[in-house]
């Protein structure tokens, strides 16, 4: 296996742009473009199937309600900027939140999605209820 320091120094600039900063061995939270570019479609698309998902609901809001749907929605979406340092926490957030905001089913399901991909089997809440 290639040392990361080896790695590094073997990377081109363009490929650098291109990589996630995982894949480049790289010691901190620095993201790589590539990074900041999947984050940024990722809260656009939470957001999005927000959106769509309170807009079929709306007339079934009423003032306080609907502040209230689209408060816990942003939190929701926010959340999501943690997902990759913790992703079963932030799942957890989103999903209860997702439970009670209209709003927040978009970031709920992008959280689960990015749960299952950086997670081991072991470690996602409901993997035990199905070994029983």
């Given at each position: 296996?290639?040392?990361?320091?080896?790695?590094?120094?073997?990377?081109?600039?363009?490929?650098?742009?291109?990589?996630?900063?995982?894949m480049?061995?790289?010691?901190?939270?620095r993201?790589?473009?590539?990074?900041?570019?999947?984050?940024?479609?990722?809260?656009?698309?939470?957001?999005?199937?927000?959106?769509?998902?309170?807009?079929?609901?709306?007339?079934?809001?009423?003032?306080?309600?609907?502040?209230?749907?689209?408060?816990?929605?942003?939190?929701?979406?926010?959340?999501?900027?943690?997902?990759?340092?913790?992703?079963?926490?932030?799942?957890?957030?989103?999903?209860?939140?997702?439970?009670?905001?209209?709003?927040?089913?978009?970031?709920?399901?992008?959280?689960?999605?990015?749960?299952a991909?950086?997670?081991?089997?072991?470690?996602?809440?409901?993997?035990?209820?199905?070994?029983?």
């Open positions: 296996m290639i040392d990361p320091v080896e790695q590094q120094s073997s990377v081109s600039r363009w490929q650098r742009l291109v990589l996630p900063s995982s480049l061995g790289e010691t901190g939270s993201r790589s473009v590539r990074d900041w570019v999947v984050d940024v479609a990722m809260f656009a698309l939470a957001l999005g199937i927000g959106t769509i998902v309170l807009g079929e609901t709306w007339s079934n809001h009423h003032g306080v309600e609907a502040a209230i749907d689209i408060v816990l929605g942003v939190l929701a979406a926010v959340s999501l900027w943690w997902r990759r340092k913790h992703p079963v926490g932030v799942a957890v957030f989103a999903g209860v939140l997702s439970l009670i905001s209209a709003l927040a089913n978009g970031a709920g399901a992008v959280a689960f999605f990015n749960a991909l950086r997670t081991r089997a072991e470690r996602l809440p409901h993997s035990s209820a199905w070994r029983s």
